[in-house]
C-alpha cells in the first residue's frame, strides 16, 4: 500500500462529567494511506464523533487527551505530531493538511456571508491572495458540478441542501489538504441529492488522490466508497480491515450484529436483528469484552477477559475471543 | 383486496396558503388503505408522504376531493360516531424528543389518553392496562419503567412509548411517521419486528412513512408501496412487484440511487442519470408530468403536455403514472 499519511497511536481521550471521567476514545490505533477512504461505523454514542474531534484538536473544555500521538506526515516527507502543535502552528494545520465536511449543511455555513466571502476569508487565513482563492474556488465549484458564478456570488439560503453540501465539499478541498474528514456528510439529504454527491466525490477522489475519513452510521454508503472499515464500540476500534473482508468475512461479533441489521434493497426477503440494549455506560464501562452485555455469541470468559488484540492476512485486526464462529455464521448466511 | 377499506382517498387535493401564495402540496390523490395491510409512503422532503399521512389520520382535512372513513364521509357520522373513527387512527411522529410531554411520567403519558376516551374503569384497571401496554411494547419490566420521565429513557425506548400510546385507544390504523428516522439503525429492526407483531395481534393497518426504500422494503414485504412525487402517487402497487421491476423513471432511478450495505452488490450499481438534479419548486410545478424535466426517457410533446394517470402498464403489475408506459410504449433515452 501507498505511504500512511496519518497514524493515529494509542490515543486515548476523555471528557468531565459530574460522575466521573467519560472514556470516549481509548486506545485507538490505525493508519490512514494515501488516497485511502477509511470508513468508521458504529452506533451513536461510540465514540465516532469524539474520535474525529480529537483528531482534529477541537475539542470541549471538559475533554482531556490522556494519551497518544497522531502523526502526520506532509507532502515533502516533513512527519509532525498534531498534539504537539502550537495554537498558532494547528490553524495553519488544520485546513491546509488536514479539512473537513460536517453534517447539517446549514449550520456549517455562516448565514449573512457570501459563499466567495467565505472562500476569500479561509485563502487569507492561509496565505492565498485574493485571486487565487478565486480561481481555486471556481474550478472546484465547476468539479462539483455546481454553477461557479451563481454560487460563488450567493448567500447559503439560495441555495438547495445539495448544492451547500457540495459547496461545503469544495471550501473543504480549497487548499488541497491531504486529508478529509467527513462526519455523516449525506444524512440530512434526500436520496438522488445523496446519490450525486456520491458521484461528485467518487470524482473528486480520484482525480485529487486525497484520503477521506469517513464516519458514518450507514453501512450501504461505508461499502460504497471505503477500502477500508473500522467499527467502533465504546470508544474503541474493535474491528479494522478492507471493506470486502470487514463485510464478507468478519471476525467481531459487534460488526456482524451491525450487518445483521442492515437491510438490503435489492435483496428479497431477509432476516434482520436488532441488537439489545445500548451501548454501555463509558464511565463505568463493563468488565472483559465491552460489547459482552449485548452480544448474543458471549460466554462466560467474555464477562472477565479483554479479547486480545489478533491481526489477520496481515491487515485485518479484531478483538474478539469468538472470532471464528463470527466468520463462519456471516459466511454461511452470505452462502444462503 | 375486495375489502371494505378502512380509508379511502377519492382525488384528493390538499394546499397551504403562505404569504398569500397559494402552495399545492397534494394533487389528485387516489388512495385506500385496507384493514391489516402494510402500505409504504415513500419518496423524497416536499413529495407530501407526511400531509397524505395525516389527512389518512383524519388530522387534516382535504381542500378538495373525497375522503372516506369505513366507506362514509366524515360529515355522515354524528360526533359520537366521529369521535371514534377518529380514535381508530392514531399517528406515531418521527421525532420521541418532541412528541412525549417532558414534564410527565411515562405513567401519565399513557394514562391520559386512556382515561379521557374512558377505556378503563378505577385505578386498579388503569394501572393494570398501562402495564399491559408497556409489555406490549417490550419496557418491561413495566414497573421501571411506569415513573420515569422521557428524557430518562433513550430514543428508542421513547418511540415505544409513542407507540404504546397510539395502541391506548384501541385503533385500527397507525400511520408511523417516519417513526424510526431517528433511532440507530442498530435497534430499528427491533421496532418494526414489534410493529409487525402488534398488527398480527390487533388486526392494525399500518401506513409507515418513509424515505428509506431499504426500509420500506424490508418493513412491507408482504403489503404495498406507493412513491410519490411532487404532491402525486407516480407509481404505486405490490413492495415486491416494485422492487423487482419497477415501472416509473422516478421509482427506477431512486431504486438505482440507493446504495446497497453489500460493497460488490452497490458497487455493481448503476445509477441511471437523470437530466437534472434540481427538484421544481412546490409553487412551480412543471406542466404534464411533473418529473419531464428531470426524467432520462422524456418524451416532448407527450409528458410536458397531458397529466398521466395511474393505470397498470402492459408488463408490469402495479399502477403506474407515465403516459408513454401506459399506452404500451417503450422507453427510450431522451435525444437518442
Known amino acids: 500500500m501507498s505511504n500512511v ?143 461557479p458564478m451563481r454560487v460563488f456570488r450567493a448567500y447559503p439560503h439560495e441555495l438547495s441542501g445539495g448544492m451547500r453540501q457540495r459547496v461545503l465539499l469544495a471550501l473543504a478541498l480549497l487548499l488541497r489538504p491531504q486529508v478529509v474528514i467527513m462526519d455523516e456528510p449525506t444524512t ?36 460504497e466508497i471505503a477500502d477500508t472499515i473500522a467499527t467502533m464500540y465504546a470508544g474503541e476500534i474493535v474491528e479494522i480491515g478492507p471493506v470486502y473482508e470487514v463485510f464478507y468475512h468478519p471476525r467481531h461479533a459487534y460488526t456482524l450484529s451491525l450487518l445483521d441489521a442492515a437491510p438490503r434493497l435489492s435483496v428479497g426477503a431477509e432476516e434482520l436483528h436488532s441488537i439489545p440494549g445500548s451501548p454501555p455506560d463509558l464511565i463505568e464501562p463493563p468488565a472483559g469484552c465491552k460489547f459482552h452485555e449485548r452480544c448474543r455469541l458471549a460466554t462466560d470468559i467474555c464477562a472477565h477477559t479483554v479479547p486480545p488484540i489478533e491481526i489477520f492476512n496481515g491487515n485485518h485486526r479484531v478483538s474478539c475471543h469468538h472470532h471464528q464462529i463470527v466468520r463462519k455464521e456471516r459466511e454461511e448466511v452470505i452462502q444462503s | 383486496m375486495s375489502q371494505q377499506p378502512l380509508v379511502e382517498l377519492h382525488g384528493v387535493y390538499r394546499s ?45 382535512d382535504a381542500s378538495e376531493g373525497e375522503v372516506l372513513y369505513n366507506g362514509r364521509r366524515m360529515a355522515e357520522y354524528d360526533r359520537k360516531e366521529r369521535s371514534l373513527i377518529r380514535r381508530q387512527m392514531q399517528l406515531v411522529h418521527q421525532d420521541p424528543f418532541a412528541s412525549l410531554n417532558p414534564a410527565h411520567t411515562i405513567g401519565q403519558i399513557l394514562g391520559y389518553p386512556l382515561k379521557r376516551h374512558k377505556m378503563v374503569n378505577g385505578r386498579a384497571e388503569l394501572r393494570r392496562r398501562i402495564w399491559e401496554l408497556l409489555t406490549l411494547v417490550d419496557l418491561t419490566p413495566p414497573g421501571d419503567i411506569v415513573n420515569k420521565f422521557p428524557h430518562q429513557l433513550s430514543g428508542g425506548q421513547r418511540q415505544r412509548v409513542s407507540i ?173
Open chain 1, 5 to 147: 499519511v496519518l497514524s493515529v497511536k494509542n490515543l486515548s481521550m476523555s471528557y468531565l462529567a459530574a460522575r466521573g471521567r467519560v472514556r470516549a476514545v481509548n486506545n485507538v490505533s490505525f493508519d490512514l494511506h494515501a488516497g485511502e477512504t477509511l470508513a468508521i461505523i458504529g452506533e451513536s454514542g461510540c465514540g465516532k464523533s469524539s474520535l474525529n474531534l480529537t483528531l482534529i484538536r477541537q475539542l470541549p473544555t471538559s475533554a482531556k487527551i490522556e494519551s497518544g500521538q497522531l502523526l502526520y506526515t506532509k507532502r515533502d516527507g516533513q512527519q509532525l505530531d498534531i498534539l504537539q502543535l502550537s495554537k498558532k502552528g494547528l490553524q495553519k494545520f488544520l485546513w491546509s493538511e488536514i479539512s473537513m465536511v460536517f453534517q447539517g449543511a446549514l449550520n456549517a455555513l455562516n448565514p449573512v456571508i457570501r459563499i466567495s466571502d467565505m472562500v476569500y476569508d479561509t485563502g487569507k487565513a492561509h496565505g492565498l491572495s485574493k485571486a487565487e482563492s478565486r480561481k481555486q474556488a471556481l474550478d472546484l465549484f465547476e468539479k462539483v458540478r455546481l454553477d
Open chain 1, 188 to 223: 440530512a439529504v434526500d436520496i438522488l441529492t445523496q446519490r450525486s454527491i456520491l458521484e461528485v466525490l467518487k470524482e473528486l477522489r480520484r482525480e485529487l488522490n486525497f484520503s477521506i475519513l469517513f464516519i458514518s452510521h450507514d453501512l450501504a454508503i461505508a461499502a
Open chain 2, 164 to 336: 404504546a400510546r397510539a395502541l391506548t385507544v384501541n385503533p385500527k390504523l397507525i400511520v408511523a411517521d417516519e417513526a424510526v428516522s431517528m433511532v440507530d439503525v442498530s435497534i430499528r429492526i427491533g421496532i418494526l419486528k414489534m410493529l409487525h407483531n402488534l398488527r398480527d395481534m390487533f388486526n392494525l393497518a399500518i401506513v409507515f412513512i418513509t424515505h428509506d426504500l431499504a426500509l420500506a422494503k424490508y418493513f412491507a414485504w408482504e403489503g404495498r408501496i406507493a412513491v410519490m412525487y411532487l404532491g402525486r402517487i407516480v407509481e404505486i402497487g405490490r413492495t415486491q412487484d416494485i422492487i423487482a421491476n419497477p415501472a416509473h423513471p422516478y421509482t427506477r432511478a431512486l431504486l438505482s440511487a440507493v446504495p446497497e450495505a453489500d460493497p460488490n452488490l452497490t458497487r455493481k450499481k448503476q445509477p441511471i442519470p437523470l437530466r437534472s438534479d434540481e427538484i421544481p419548486r412546490l409553487t412551480a410545478i412543471p406542466p404534464g408530468c411533473a418529473f419531464h424535466p428531470r426524467c432520462p426517457f422524456y418524451q416532448p410533446g407527450v409528458c410536458d403536455v397531458s397529466v398521466p394517470r395511474l393505470a397498470q402498464a402492459p408488463g408490469y403489475a402495479q399502477d403506474t403514472a407515465c403516459i408513454p408506459l401506459t399506452t404500451g410504449e417503450q422507453l427510450v433515452p431522451y435525444g437518442t
Open chain 2, 16 to 60: 397551504f396558503e403562505k404569504e398569500r401564495v397559494r402552495i399545492p402540496v397534494l394533487q389528485d390523490i387516489h388512495l385506500n388503505v385496507y384493514p391489516n395491510e402494510v402500505l409504504c409512503l415513500v419518496g423524497e422532503s416536499g413529495c407530501g408522504k407526511t400531509t397524505t399521512g395525516k389527512i389518512i389520520a383524519s388530522l387534516l
